[in-house]
């Protein structure tokens, strides 16, 4: 008798143990989910804003023409190419709002500036989701029973993300963009400045 | 858009420290920004006057911690207040400093199922309460939607030792608060003199050095004295009996003196060893407009942009700094240029601009919640 109820409270904890680790799997697969909704929305954001720039007429007509096709070419981009167009967008941003510093210091460009930093944060936190995610699914419980179920393997946003050179340039941030201490995929790691020394 | 911020501090809020004054000046930053702030945190002293915006949850045990003590609250008891103040205040983004000690933010991060934004303010390679290897303290960790770090060295700190990636947000500093100030009577002084504040009997701020430094400096100088303003005893037996009358100790002093300490010195000197991981010291000197010497830590060199808005010399190297500090004692034009330069680039660490930025990440935090494809229970 107690062996069967010492054999029927330890299956009990292992179930509870198991149902907390789903539970855990899947509340990072549903933060995954939430920031990618908060970067598609960033990028939507900043793809608008330029736009805007584009059109109010601060900006030299070739300039102007840069930045309304490359914000197109953006929102045309199918996944695939998604995160080159969203690259090249912040190229063009650069050239455009890092050196004509007096003309740009407008409502709209202070929008897109803060747009643009909106993406930097957007994919940072989903970036980081995803990174937790991917590392609690290497676990050898998770896979031997597929505790994440039928979820997709959630995958990394790369794309170059650094800001338009700002109206006060910040003494900071050198070698601030992204640099994941996993190594799932390393596209976009800047080495800091500082180094691990 | 206007939201409800839950601030947890781990540490004690009657203690003076750089978490505890970060949190208490981004939660009256955000309050003018028209947001609703609630700061939750234990309270030492009953008696100690606490803004309104404070919730106390009761008091903290100290706890040897990153080479400090440090005040903080844990367990079930603790638990239950974190979770009572949770539901009373009904938060749209929960803000806990420092998870990953434990302490009332952990308790928070397991206790709340709603967006929850971390800021991570340590830089020490050795501290060993970061590592996240624990079940338990990963479990909590995995739940923040958001990491914020307060600079560089905060962020390689969190990546080393817990893993993931955060923004960098660096302090804000009240600039205005720093500004203007008559110094302390009877000083600067004719013969020159060379500030310091901060904690004068923990090694890791350094003082040791300065002392030093001073020791080789004082003999050819007849009129330099050293000021010294902060809580603690400093140890002199490295200063010869014919200098100790020129090493003035103010003991610590209240906020209105500290601000005209900055402004009472020829060169402020900020010596750390390290363990800093941003330097509101700094920032504070900076914004008084101070001619600045400080060792060359990572923190500290980002800061004053690579040595453009103060000297740098090398951690804990006396005879560097000694050598650093009389260039500038004797180059008054000198003195002008790094003093205009600090002012100007402290500007963008003001809490205004810092405390929209991290507004912007709660922001982001609601927008993903907001717009995500399938709301779950």
Same mark, same amino acid.
């Given at each position: 008798?107690?062996?069967?109820?010492?054999?029927?409270?330890?299956?009990?904890?292992?179930?509870?143990?198991?149902?907390?680790?789903? *539970?855990? +799997?899947?509340?990072?697969?549903?933060?995954? !989910?939430?920031?990618? %909704? @908060?970067?598609? /929305?960033? =990028?939507? #954001?900043?793809?608008?804003?330029?736009?805007?720039?584009?059109?109010?007429?601060?900006?030299?007509?070739?300039?102007?023409?840069?930045?309304?096709?490359?914000?197109?070419?953006?929102?045309?981009?199918?996944?695939?190419?998604?995160?080159?167009?969203?690259?090249?967008?912040?190229?063009?941003?650069?050239?455009?709002?890092?050196?004509? *510093?007096? +003309?740009?210091?407008?409502?709209?460009?202070? !929008?897109?500036?803060? %747009? @643009?930093?909106? /993406?930097? =944060?957007? #994919?940072?936190?989903?970036?980081?989701?995803?990174?937790?995610?991917?590392?609690?699914?290497?676990?050898?419980?998770?896979?031997?029973?597929?505790?994440?179920?039928?979820?997709?393997?959630?995958?990394?946003?790369?794309?170059?993300?650094?800001?338009?050179?700002?109206?006060?340039?910040?003494?900071?941030?050198?070698?601030?963009?992204?640099?994941?201490?996993?190594?799932?995929?390393?596209?976009?790691?800047?080495?800091?400045?500082?180094?691990?020394? | 858009?206007?939201?409800?911020?839950?601030?947890?501090?781990?540490?004690?809020?009657?203690?003076?420290?750089?978490?505890?004054?970060?949190?208490?000046?981004?939660?009256?930053?955000?309050?003018?920004?028209?947001?609703?702030?609630?700061?939750?945190?234990?309270?030492?002293?009953?008696?100690?006057?606490?803004?309104?915006?404070?919730?106390?949850?009761?008091?903290?045990?100290?706890?040897?911690?990153?080479?400090?003590?440090?005040?903080?609250?844990?367990?079930?008891?603790?638990?239950?207040?974190?979770?009572?103040?949770?539901?009373?205040?009904?938060?749209?983004?929960?803000?806990?400093?420092?998870?990953?000690?434990?302490?009332?933010?952990?308790?928070?991060?397991?206790?709340?199922?709603?967006?929850?934004?971390?800021?991570?303010?340590?830089?020490?390679?050795?501290?060993?309460?970061?590592?996240?290897?624990?079940?338990?303290?990963?479990?909590?960790?995995?739940?923040?939607?958001?990491?914020?770090?307060?600079?560089?060295?905060?962020?390689?700190?969190?990546?080393?030792?817990?893993?993931?990636?955060?923004?960098?947000?660096?302090?804000?500093?009240?600039?205005?608060?720093?500004?203007?100030?008559?110094?302390?009577?009877?000083?600067?002084?004719?013969?020159?003199?060379?500030?310091?504040?901060?904690?004068?009997?923990?090694?890791?701020?350094?003082?040791?050095?300065?002392?030093?430094?001073?020791?080789?400096?004082?003999?050819?100088?007849?009129?330099?004295?050293?000021?010294?303003?902060?809580?603690?005893?400093?140890?002199?037996?490295?200063?010869?009996?014919?200098?100790?009358?020129?090493?003035?100790?103010?003991?610590?002093?209240?906020?209105?003196?500290?601000?005209?300490?900055?402004?009472?010195?020829?060169?402020?000197?900020?010596?750390?060893?390290?363990?800093?991981?941003?330097?509101?010291?700094?920032?504070?000197?900076?914004?008084?407009?101070?001619?600045?010497?400080?060792?060359?830590?990572?923190?500290?060199?980002?800061?004053?942009?690579?040595?453009?808005?103060?000297?740098?010399?090398?951690?804990?190297?006396?005879?560097?700094?000694?050598?650093?500090?009389?260039?500038?004692?004797?180059?008054?034009?000198?003195?002008?240029?790094?003093?205009?330069?600090?002012?100007?680039?402290?500007?963008?660490?003001?809490?205004?601009?810092?405390?929209?930025?991290?507004?912007?990440?709660?922001?982001?935090?609601?927008?993903?919640?907001?717009?995500?494809?399938?709301?779950?229970?």
């Amino acid at each position: 008798m107690g062996t069967v109820v010492a054999v029927l409270l330890v299956l009990a904890l292992i179930g509870f143990y198991l149902s907390w680790r789903a *539970t855990r +799997l899947d509340r990072l697969h549903h933060r995954v !989910e939430t920031a990618r %909704a @908060a970067l598609d /929305v960033a =990028l939507l #954001r900043r793809a608008a804003a330029v736009l805007d720039l584009a059109a109010s007429g601060h900006l030299g007509t070739e300039a102007s023409v840069g930045l309304r096709e490359a914000a197109n070419r953006v929102r045309r981009a199918d996944a695939p190419h998604r995160e080159l167009a969203e690259s090249a967008l912040s190229a063009t941003l650069r050239e455009t709002l890092g050196t004509r *510093t007096a +003309l740009t210091t407008g409502r709209e460009s202070q !929008e897109v500036r803060v %747009a @643009a930093r909106g /993406v930097h =944060l957007a #994919r940072v936190f989903h970036n980081d989701a995803v990174g937790d995610t991917r590392r609690a699914r290497r676990s050898r419980l998770v896979r031997l029973l597929r505790l994440a179920g039928t979820a997709a393997l959630p995958d990394f946003f790369e794309m170059d993300d650094q800001a338009p050179e700002a109206a006060h340039p910040r003494p900071t941030p050198r070698g601030s963009t992204v640099e994941r201490a996993s190594g799932d995929k390393h596209l976009s790691g800047q080495r800091s400045r500082n180094g691990p020394d | 858009m206007k939201m409800r911020v839950g601030v947890v501090c781990p540490y004690s809020w009657d203690v003076p420290g750089g978490v505890q004054q970060h949190v208490g000046d981004l939660a009256e930053a955000l309050i003018a920004m028209g947001h609703h702030v609630s700061v939750l945190a234990p309270v030492g002293d009953p008696e100690h006057p606490t803004p309104s915006y404070l919730v106390s949850a009761g008091r903290p045990v100290p706890v040897p911690y990153n080479g400090s003590v440090a005040r903080i609250r844990f367990g079930p008891r603790a638990s239950a207040h974190v979770r009572r103040w949770l539901a009373e205040g009904d938060f749209d983004v929960l803000h806990v400093h420092e998870p990953a000690a434990p302490s009332l933010s952990l308790l928070a991060c397991w206790s709340t199922d709603g967006p929850i934004v971390a800021t991570f303010h340590t830089s020490n390679p050795r501290s060993r309460a970061m590592s996240a290897t624990s079940t338990a303290l990963r479990s909590a960790l995995e739940k923040i939607n958001a990491r914020i770090a307060v600079s560089e060295a905060a962020r390689r700190t969190l990546v080393e030792h817990v893993g993931g990636d955060a923004v960098l947000i660096p302090n804000g500093v009240s600039v205005r608060r720093f500004t203007r100030a008559r110094p302390l009577p009877g000083w600067p002084g004719e013969g020159g003199s060379i500030g310091f504040l901060g904690r004068l009997d923990e090694p890791r701020k350094g003082l040791g050095v300065l002392i030093e430094a001073f020791t080789h400096l004082a003999p050819h100088r007849p009129g330099l004295r050293l000021l010294l303003a902060g809580p603690g005893r400093p140890d002199l037996s490295g200063v010869p009996d014919d200098l100790r009358e020129r090493v003035v100790s103010l003991g610590r002093l209240d906020d209105d003196d500290k601000v005209r300490a900055y402004h009472s010195s020829d060169v402020f000197c900020a010596p750390n060893l390290g363990g800093e991981s941003f330097g509101i010291v700094l920032t504070e000197a900076m914004a008084a407009g101070a001619a600045i010497v400080a060792s060359d830590i990572p923190a500290f060199d980002a800061v004053l942009a690579g040595g453009a808005a103060g000297e740098l010399f090398r951690v804990a190297d006396p005879h560097h700094l000694a050598e650093r500090a009389a260039v500038l004692l004797d180059d008054p034009d000198r003195r002008a240029e790094l003093s205009r330069a600090a002012r100007a680039t402290v500007r963008a660490y003001d809490w205004d601009t810092v405390a929209a930025d991290i507004a912007h990440v709660y922001e982001t935090v609601l927008l993903g919640a907001r717009h995500r494809p399938v709301p779950q229970g």
